[in-house]
């Protein structure tokens, strides 16, 4: 699969979201905005005694896919600054250090990747005079609850994604879809690297998380203000997605597969990547694990041909690839075709493959190498 450049990437780090239109830019809120000071300067000469305290202007409506982008910059942010400030406080342990300073790292380059978080107004504007966005909120504090939240907003960006992809096609396009799952994926990777070198079990831990979702969803009925309050995860994200109706769904998948052009590409090449892993192992880079990887794709491979995908396999295939690294993008990008089905059951199944593979493949592949799939 060929992964195009991010639509969202921006020149400079003011982004007005140019590349999810339509909406305001920055030279009609400009204009906007000069009008209104022209305004309140002739209210002022004709009543110099009445003190007139004008309503800020209001922020400008984002659409679907600028909303979308905006979220995931969030998300981002939250992360630079949760693990900076791990990074500093685990001087006493070098590879917590070493992993946390990672992140932040590559938080850093997927904030920038996506376009920053949205300034709407011009530099000049007086922040009394506009309605200024919501602050971004920060991340869990623990280490445990922090690598629960990156691997939950993973989930929550990539399904909300490919539900307003399918919705709205024309507003969500592929090419919106494509960089929030790729770096959604990337985020996920970080998430485990973190749980792993703090010794913790996601699985086991994931109450924390719970007990804060529940907490902000009690202070969200009350007070305002509350940085929790502004999490848009819910308990659904913490888990994969669970049909209400198993028997239903397998039915659907099984029908949808049948017609999937996406499932049948992915199988041929999990395939061919499990007929070349033996080869790079032996004659090109050694590769421990080599022999589990590809059992695992052949395995995938016959149940997704026993559920109903065409088989278009190739007899004999070896695909040119140097390093492991570059195996693993190819089995990522056909994971991410899937996902990007327009069926909701193949797209479902496509999410929780590439999540899988990422976290399979994250001992040859990095958070950056996903990354790096949006310029192939």
Known sequence: MSVSASPFRTVNRRPSCQAVPPQSTTLSVGRLFGRTLAALACVTALSACATLAPAPLPLPDLNEAAALRDQVARHEAASVERATELATKASACGDCHSVATGLAQGATQRL???GGLWDPWPADAPQSLVEQPTPVAEAPLSPAAFAQWLEATARHDMTHALIAHRGSPEVVTTEHAVPVLTLATARAIEAWDLAQVYG?????????LGALL??????AQGAEGSVHTQWVLTPEDLSPTSSSDPEAFDKALREALSESSQAAQAVRTW???AQTLPHLDIAVEPLSNARQYADALLTRSTDMLAKGASDERHLRCELEASTASQLAQQVLAADLAVAL?????????GVELLLTDANQWRGVISSADVLSLLSQ
């Open 112 to 114: 920038e990747t996506i």
């Open 200 to 208: 913790v079990d996601l699985n086991a831990d994931a109450p924390q």
């Open 214 to 219: 529940e907490r902000a969803s009690q202070m």
């Open 271 to 273: 395939d061919c990547v």
């Open 341 to 349: 089905s327009p069926s909701p059951e193949v797209s479902a199944l």
